[in-house]
């Protein structure tokens, strides 16, 4: 392998995850972000972003001299034979992406690129941003290629270095080979095509992973109707090859940092395009009526009939979209949160992520310290993320904490069985009610 000079502007999660494991390949990394609090905790080796593996990275990268972080990003591009933008692409007027943030960054960088070197989005971006970026360049000696990432949050590092696929696209397939190089070494499939491909491909598989969320949801529903178990349901479906059992399970909806804004940003592609995608709208509208829905059951369970729940307290057991994470964006949790404060609800949450960040969420809910101290005096807990160590909470002595034996397992995480011996009735999603007995 070639050792490469990389320059990464943008240390989010896929910046300083890309820098990091690049570095750890044997690459020379200069990171650059506009943050200065960021790259003074960065070069100190802290990390504040909940990962697996990656503030140990960091730290193997400073002390080996191979990774650095800077604030001036002309800097960190005048010497480097590849550049990485990964930078935020949030969801624009209309549900497009938001490329403010790469198209003032080519405009900064257009004139520091070594002759010959190569510009590379990693971030997710519609079709037709490398040429736009190409355009706003307007350097014919400096490539552009598209290089989508593929990482899921708590596996980000596994996922860099252990690839599915590695994904390069351009129209200079030289430049495309010479950012492949990049990972050589690595024992995934090479899929070498052009930018558009590349880009579409993005956000193809985030749309696919998104359908099948909302199908194991809409199955759960059906399951509901029958008496089936829908745990039973997708592992008899599972299995098949065909299908695969990844991504096939209920939960209280999909979201995270890139699945709600790529979809939508397909959604307007495909609209300004003219191309009709039924399937896409279908499995957007089935995400939010699957909440809409389950703040209906808490609502039935928890009130006379009237549909208000003001004064009720609810008690809330996860608020980050996913366990393993201390990521808010774009949380089921708080989406479902903010129907029930719609409804009057008072709401006390606890999550283990979130304990030390303490996140302003004053409008919304009451942080608490502990399980405990969130549940004590509820009506009903809902379990909205899958911590582990929520399956693992004294459910007996919660028992007595509660006003009301009625617990909401929205991700189908706990012991039905157990929490009947407690006392409490325990409604899960597609699963028969386990009622106190």
Known sequence: MQIRRVAVVGTGYVGLTTGACLAALGHRVVCADTDRHKVERLRRGEVDILE??????????????????????????????????????????????????????????????????????????????????????????????????????????????HPDRIVVGAADQDAARRVAGLYAGLDAPLVLTDAAGAELAKYAANFFLAMKLSFANNLATLCEHFGAD??????????????????????????????????????TICQESGVDFPLLGATIETNVEHQRRLVERVVAGCTPGDGSLRGVRLAVLGLAFKAGT????????????????ERGAELHAYDPALSETRPDLSDLLILADTPEEALRGARACLVLTEWPEFRDLDWEHIAGLLASPHVYDFRNLLDPDRLRRAGLTCEGIGRTLAMAG
């Open 326 to 341: 201390s990521d808010l964006r774009d949380s089921p949790a708080l989406a479902i949160a903010r129907l029930l404060k």
């Open 52 to 161: 697996p593996r990656l503030p140990e990275l960091v730290r193997e990268g400073l002390d080996s001299g191979r990774l650095e972080f800077i604030r001036d990003t002309r800097a960190a591009v005048a010497a480097a034979d590849v550049v990485f933008l990964c930078l935020p692409t949030p969801m624009g007027v209309g549900g497009a992406a938001d490329l403010a943030a790469v198209e003032a960054v080519a405009d900064q960088i257009r004139d520091e690129l070594p002759h010959g070197s190569v510009v590379v989005n990693k971030s997710t971006v519609p079709v037709g941003t490398a040429a736009r970026v190409a355009a706003l360049l307007n350097r014919p000696d400096v490539a552009v290629v598209s290089n989508p990432e593929f990482l899921r949050e708590g596996y980000a590092v596994r996922d860099f270095l």
């Open 230 to 267: 829908v745990d039973d349901v997708l592992a008899g479906i599972g299995h098949d090859p065909r299908i695969g059992s990844a991504f096939l399970r209920p939960g209280p909806g999909w979201g995270g940092s890139c699945l709600p804004k790529d979809t939508h940003a397909l959604l």
